[in-house]
């Protein structure tokens, strides 16, 4: 079953993603089921999307409730989920204005079109290590040579500088700066790297001095998965910009972009489907789990355990156990593609970044007993790599 389907993916879909061989059918929690059956502890949780976890009831029944209703007319009229969830996004994020779209590439694109716009600069400084998307504009401020190059000419004007330098940025700055943006951990390419304690406050700093937006993408590290609404809530720094997506949606996809004491004016920016009501109904409802289920603190509690739980694996190549809530990453000095495919032998999905980084993303309501068989069958497949 799983093999016939694989064949058939390999004619008709554009080979562009790596992917695990096997065919996920249904969710439930932290958990995945293939189509034979067997099932899976998932830590890579759609890439920190699934954070309320797969298919829970309050989201599913959100979205039916609104399919019945009305599920898309258009911008050119109002409509109630688009504008409860606004009030609410401007609620959890400290935000003023929302633009509503339907992922983390476009709330990037939202957001360096509305720092040219309302800035009247063209420049932006973005730090290496960076991943804001793969459409051309969040592309030009992502630093992996390997994703932009063959797509040349990007947008000009962009500068890079190393993660956690404040005076890297300072001598980067010019007239012409529009804004600054970075992710506030770095999430992709960066392979889990957290920002030191005063370094986002400092770039603030700067930004203002220079009269720079800082925009600050919060697609991944949004909803709870640090341990706060938004990782800017630890590091007491406060954007113009922000840009959110993958966990808002609690699986249904969606993105905005939000901002404060800056506009775009009627006409200058716009989607078709950005806030659909059904799309608005499944983040209002996702995000109402997050409230009623205590997620936040969850995320936060589950993530120390979890780390407490890595940490105490003893191995020479495990280099580094670090993150924030339940965005972990774990540094290790081998190939880690035989550790994703050894985990997933023995039932636990897992992904690894920029070649050595594991990544364990897993769904906020992951439960305690789910983390140790997590960090149990790691140990098993770190004993197997290191015997070879
Ligand atoms: C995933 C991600 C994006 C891109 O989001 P898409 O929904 O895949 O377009 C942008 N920035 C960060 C930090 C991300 O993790």
Known sequence: MQSSLIEKEKKFLFQVYKRQPVVIVEGRGAVVKDVDGNEYIDCVAGIAVNNVGHCHPEVVEGICRQARRLMHVSNLYYTEPQIELAEKIAEISGMEKIFFCNSGTEAVEAALKLARRAS????????????????????????????????????????????????????????DTAAVILEPIQVESGGIRLPKSEYLKEVREICEEKEAFLILDEVQTGFGRTGRWFAKDHYDVDPDII??????????????????????????????????PLACAAALSSISVIEKENLLERSEKMGEYFMKKLNS??????REVRGKGLLIGVEVSVQCDRIVDGMRKRGILINC???????????LVIERRQIDEVVENLKIVFEEVNQT
Not at 248 to 257: D, L, R
Not at 353 to 363: A, C, D, G, T
Request: with cysteine; hydrophobic share 40%.
């Open 313 to 318: 694996l003893n191995f020479d190549f495990l």
């Open 353 to 363: 970044i920029s070649e050595n980084v594991l990544r364990f993303v897993p769904p």
């Open 120 to 175: 009247g600069k063209k420049n932006f400084i973005a730090a290496e290590g960076s991943f804001h998307g793969r459409t051309l504009g969040s592309l030009s401020v992502t630093s992996k040579k390997e994703y932009k190059d063959p797509f040349k000419p990007l947008i000009s004007g962009i500068s890079f500088v190393p993660f956690n330098d404040a005076d890297a940025i300072r001598k980067k700055m010019d007239g």
């Open 243 to 276: 840009c959110i997506a993958k966990g808002m949606g609690g699986g249904f996809p969606i993105g905005a972009m939000a901002a404060k004491g800056i506009s775009f004016e009627r006409g200058e920016h716009a989607s078709t489907f950005g806030g659909n």
